[in-house]
């Protein structure tokens, strides 16, 4: 049963919601230090140290780099860093709002909740399980591509309902081509579209002309890749990394544990220890899940389209990609941030359809509150690179490098005994993990001040 039309808040309501609850849920972020790869990309790259360095080297992913740039030269340390990414999530959440809306004006049945969009948004926000592409600050790749990747799909909504060439054949390949400057895997955005127009905006013609100049830079973004040095490389290890049927097998498991993490974010970890299979059929679990994935998609397209959308997105953005370009990490939360959206709409849209307009209210703010208190929770691990890594080792406790980054933050903080332990065991893990090896020679021999980054 439907619940009873309510006030719908006003946009700019929603936008102060939105502000005040990613406010609370992020305030402790703020403090947190650069952690791990923000050395590699950051705080000893010195492309990003000022805008002549820039504009010297760069190379992949430019806008994402000018963002680091804009923060560095700033110089409000990383304060400034955690200010962006903040930033940058509540704006990807005011445009989730924004989407939630039209995905709702286009369905009949979901017209009497106007407080939908505001709880899709609100979820969103709140989800423990975007942490990484918040408050780790170099997961701004996944937060910073999905912000121009929806801001694609709003330019386009807006451009099919008012028959705007300029929002179609400008500023939704802007955006498009933003989001590739930011994170490659922006890629699929055109199937995006397509998933877009037939769940959101009930178009079964799928019309190219309002799409043609997004799948023309498709095109011309597959061409600059396959003829790049840097990617030809990538591409190249890639094909030599593991079977084709054995990249499926361990990308469907690493689809299976992120919506793990996702639907019980209880044990968030941002270094997980998955298995790597050689064959398709050394996963039967994960493929029968995935397989259930598409039939649910396929069978729910009339009864629960909402659904249908959610899980054809996630199968979208989690395996094709993955499976012809593996990932050496097969599996990280911040590929939840893109995913997150259409699964808080089909969560939240099924409770309405489900529950009275007063129990609707009473759950969906039960589980808001869960997400923030979990969030909260979430980004003390983020406070210190000990913390991180403590916790990172006790959900990973055999894998070689979980225990050795745990080393390497203990030395950091002048834990030598520790730092040793952490050596130690990462060796007993892997005696071929040369880090490791280096980092615990160099702990004996006292030069810890030489210790290289991990």
Not at 5 to 25: E, M, R
Request: glycine share 4%; hydrophobic share 50%; net charge positive.
């Amino acid at each position: 049963m439907w619940p009873s039309p309510k006030p719908c808040p006003s946009n700019k309501q929603a936008f102060v919601w939105l502000a005040l609850a990613i406010t609370l849920a992020y305030a402790s972020a703020l403090i947190g230090p650069f952690q791990f790869d923000d050395y590699k990309v950051i705080a000893n790259y010195s492309g990003v140290h000022s805008w002549a360095n820039w504009a010297a080297s760069l190379g992949i992913r430019p806008l994402l780099k000018a963002s680091y740039t804009l923060d560095w030269t700033l110089g409000w340390g990383t304060v400034g860093f955690h200010i962006s990414n903040l930033l940058i999530h509540l704006l990807t959440s005011w445009v989730v709002y924004l989407l939630t809306q039209h995905f709702i004006a286009n369905h009949e049945r979901l017209r009497g909740h106007t407080s939908l969009p505001l709880f899709v948004a609100l979820l969103f926000a709140l989800h423990p399980a975007h942490t990484e592409a918040v408050s780790y600050i170099s997961g701004r790749s996944a937060s910073q591509m999905s912000l121009f990747y929806l801001g694609g799909l709003l330019a386009y909504t807006h451009g099919r309902h008012h028959a705007s060439a300029l929002h179609l054949h400008l500023l939704t390949p802007l955006c498009f081509l933003a989001a590739l400057l930011c994170k490659e895997t922006a890629i699929t955005f055109p199937f995006a579209l397509l998933l877009w127009e037939r769940y959101a905006l009930n178009d079964r013609a799928h019309d190219f002309k309002a799409q043609w100049t997004s799948w023309g830079l498709l095109l011309a973004a597959l061409l600059l890749f396959l003829f790049s040095t840097v990617y030809q490389t990538h591409m190249a290890r890639s094909a030599h990394f593991n079977t084709l049927g054995g990249n499926f097998a361990t990308q469907a498991n690493g689809m299976l544990w992120l919506l793990q993490q996702w639907t019980l974010p209880l044990w968030l970890n941002i270094d997980p220890d998955l298995p790597l299979y050689r064959h398709l059929f050394d996963a039967p679990l994960p493929l029968l899940f995935t397989l259930a994935l598409i039939t649910a998609a396929w069978w729910l397209r009339k009864l629960r389209p909402w659904w249908t959308f959610a899980l054809a997105w996630t199968v979208l953005q989690l395996l094709p990609l993955y499976v012809l370009l593996p990932r050496i990490d097969i599996a990280n939360e911040r590929q939840l941030y893109l995913v997150g959206w259409p699964l808080a709409l089909a969560l939240c849209t099924e409770i309405a359809a489900r529950l009275q307009a007063r129990r609707t209210r009473i759950v969906i703010l039960t589980l808001l509150l869960a997400a923030a208190l979990l969030t909260v929770l979430r980004n003390q691990d983020y406070r210190s690179e000990t913390a991180l890594w403590q916790a990172t080792a006790q959900l990973s406790p055999n894998k070689a490098r979980a225990h050795n980054n745990l080393g390497y933050a203990s030395l950091l903080a002048d834990n030598k005994e520790e730092a040793r332990r952490e050596f130690e065991r990462a060796l007993q893990l892997d005696p071929q993990h040369v880090e490791a090896a280096g980092n615990l020679q160099k702990l004996e021999n006292k030069k810890a001040g030489a210790l290289p980054r991990p």
